[in-house]
């Protein structure tokens, strides 16, 4: 009888199972990787192994860095920050924000672009890249960081990740997500930033805390790391802030019990800057390094101290920290490391980060080794093309009444907003970014580069309107109304841009501290835009912002004709947009949240004011963020998640739903389970685990249970342009599963490029986990329909643009009792009649 995996892990519970061994059945080779770094970390002394999990500080490069170890030949690793490229450096590409590559919800791009950061990182010399994001998700649509990271939706942000993932290290450099795990707004993230810096009162003592429900937590937050651990990622970033009122960077339930025990992650975990707040609990918790290494900023007090360093060799002698765990520790680094082979010919490192001097210290903070740091390597190939592309292929057009766009050879145009033209300060002006100066084209902190060069939209419009002969006029000051009144009356198409910003919380921008304020356009962008509409009868308006901005005041303007949200795009700016606004790209992003009507129609927010030393975000609405709590309570938004037009129509025919025959899918074998009995890394170290009482229960899986990753379903449709341009269209797949999830979850899309007149079969995979839910008692997924719960089916264009709907029936019940379910119309369906095909085969219990 082969027992379910979950009974094999819970059986091995009662063993001393804290240690997580390396796991390759399947997965490349993480066991090659794990024997080459156990040799490796078996012939250090204490102080080298302790030298490793330290960081030296923010020196050359912002990430987590560890010294060189000229004894054995090894010259260290460093990392640099970020999602939208080599941070800090020169000659390297500004690449689109994380939303925009949600916007585009195309596998192929997001990979592409990620595959660019990795490469870049690498011929910088940098070993990994502290990318891509996933936390924040997206819980407050004001949340600062949200542009880095890709979509409130778990699936939309799941399938992006593992993408970023695979392609950031396909490139071969270490993908180090962040940030891990319920890091949801700026505001009281850090201590010293919050009472120091930035804000006067309150004083807190502690960063926030996010509180959280097992269910929510898995269903929602943790979700997407699954598909980032899938797809072999080497590093984690644990946050700033608290979960459930333990540290993030010392939480045995987020560290070692879920990410490298449930999730079966096989990389290494970093503090982010400031993170850890203690030195025996976070070794103990499951954090292998400190990043920076130092305590600074939230720390004792401040440079050269650290919870680590001597202090851990110190731990370690005395016995508070068992010495297999500081093996543990290296020996997670240098698997990623052997795991991306970067034993192989990887490039030195050859840049400085913020410092464009060509010679300079390696360690700054220690003014130590005067040396060549800047080789000055344009690393950026012709990486420009994908930055173009996801621009274009990102902006969502929301708009688009009297045919406004694409644009045919107007006259004349006029182009009206600050956010069309440069930063008078130049693309880099602002420190870090922080500034709303000019368009806006990236936010603020960690998530910024340096721009190469900035394509603002002006500048790609007159380009493009020479070819025209179009007269070009432009007001770049959203306070010169006569200037915008006499340009705006003269021009058949207007082009007004309006924009808003946020960032990291170290920095504040007007008055926002990292969180955005309020989610209207800054500077007057409401007003700009109405005054322009009473003039021009073809309004054309550009959104560049890091999130959903409210629009009441002009969407519904007749003379309003056109809407593009253009997120953040990166270097190529004005060139993506000019694709589209053009017609040489035909649109087809769609949004990755809901427009509301107004901020209260999202349900959450960020807690701007402290509600006590310890601020406390309780996550109360569980599942039930952005279209899942728009939905739930019938708010109509402005734009529903998933929306987004083209310049040509699409129709659906023909549902068909099959159940995939079960295939085995093998379970973890005994032995295996007892691997994580042995905590004894070098022979030298081995030591008694037992004597170690620290709650910790990691168990060996893969990315989840393997069973999760099964293909159970498969649904298909057909998808017909019935325009006269080609477009791509994003098809998308909701699931209601009952059981109080929420009304629709997106659980599939596919895009696809379709000429006119031609159609394409599309075709959705539902895995065993998108069709189940997370039982607290039992400690696993469950799928529903073993649940006795029949499973509602929408495919359409978006969350509510539902255009054909089916069931999959719960186990046991005969296809023929489900077609009678099936509703033959609904407000927003098309008259398709939709059918639904079962072929009912057993799935496999468990
Ligand atoms: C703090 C940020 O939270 C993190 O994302 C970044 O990687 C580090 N600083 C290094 O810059």
Known sequence: MILPTWLLLLSGTALADYYNP?????????????????HFVCQLTLTEKVNFTTGVGTGQTVGYSNSI????????????????????????????????????????????????????????????????????????????????GFSPDPYLSGIAFGEAVRGTQDAGA?????????????????????????????????????????????????????????????????????????????SDRLLNQLLKGELGFQGYVSSDDGSQFSGVASALGGMDVTGPGETSPNGISGLGESYWGPNLTLAVLNGSVPEWRLDDMVTRVMASYYYLGQDKDYPELNFASGNFDTYGYEYPEAELGWRKINLHLDVRDNHAETIR????????????????????KPKQIAVIGEDAGP???????????????????????????????????????QQRALKDRTVVQYVLDNWAKDQIGDVSWQAEVCLTFVSAISGEGYLE?????????????????????????????????????PGPILMEEWIDLPNVTAVIFAGLPGQESGNGLVDVLYGDVNPSGKLPWSVGRKREDYGTDVLYKANGPVPQLDFSEGLFIDYRYVDKNNIKPRFEFGFGLSYTTFDYHGLRINAVPAVPTASISPSQAMRTTNPSICPHTSLNPSDYTFPTRCTPTRGGDPKLWDVVYRVRTTVTNTGSVAGQEVA??????????????????????????????????????????????????????KLGTDIKVFVGSSSRDVKLRGVIPATGKAPSMISSMVPSSSSRMSSVVPSSRFKVTPTPTH
């Open 174 to 250: 270490i993908a180090e997500g962040k940030h891990y795990l319920l890091y949801e707004q700026e505001h009281f993230r850090e201590i010293v930033e919050w009472n120091v810096w930035l804000a006067e009162e309150p004083n807190i003592t502690d960063p926030y805390s996010s509180n959280v429900d097992d269910r929510t937590l898995h269903e929602l937050y943790l979700w997407p790391w699954y598909d980032g651990v899938k797809n072999h990622m080497g590093a984690v970033m644990c946050s700033y802030n608290q979960a459930n009122n333990t540290h993030a960077c010392e």
């Open 69 to 148: 170890i000229p004894r054995i030949g090894f010259r260290g690793l460093a990392g640099d920050d970020g999602p939208t490229g080599v941070r800090g450096a020169d000659y390297t590409s500004a690449l689109a924000s994380g939303m925009n590559l949600a916007m585009t919800w195309d596998r192929q791009l997001i990979y592409e672009q990620n595959y660019i950061n990795g490469a870049e990182h690498k011929a910088k010399g940098a070993n990994s890249v502290a990318a891509p994001v996933v936390g924040p998700l997206g819980h407050a649509p004001a949340g600062g960081r949200n542009f880095e």
């Open 389 to 408: 592309k996801v621009g274009s292929n990102s902006a969502v057009l929301l708009k688009n009444s009297k045919n406004t766009l694409p644009l045919k």
């Open 22 to 38: 390396p796991i390759s059945d399947g997965y490349g080779n993480w066991s090659a990787a794990y024997e080459k770094a156990r």
């Open 732 to 785: 998308q797949l909701y699931l209601d599963l009952g059981n109080g999830t929420p009304p629709r979850q997106l659980r599939g899309f596919q895009k696809v490029m379709i000429q006119p007149g031609e159609h394409k079969e599309v075709e959705f995979e539902l895995r065993r986990r998108d069709v189940s839910i997370w039982d607290v008692v039992k400690q696993q997924w469950v799928e529903v329909t």
């Open 509 to 545: 921008v007007d008055n926002n501290f990292g969180d955005r304020n309020n989610l209207t356009a800054w500077k007057d962008g409401d007003a700009v835009v109405k005054q322009v509409a009473a003039n021009c009868s073809e309004t054309v308006v550009v959104i560049h912002a």
């Open 423 to 461: 930063n008078k300060y130049g693309p880099n002006g602002c420190s870090d970014r922080a500034c709303n100066e000019g368009t806006m084209a990236m936010g603020w902190g960690s998530g910024s580069t340096n721009f190469p060069y900035l394509v603002d939209p002006l500048s790609a419009i």
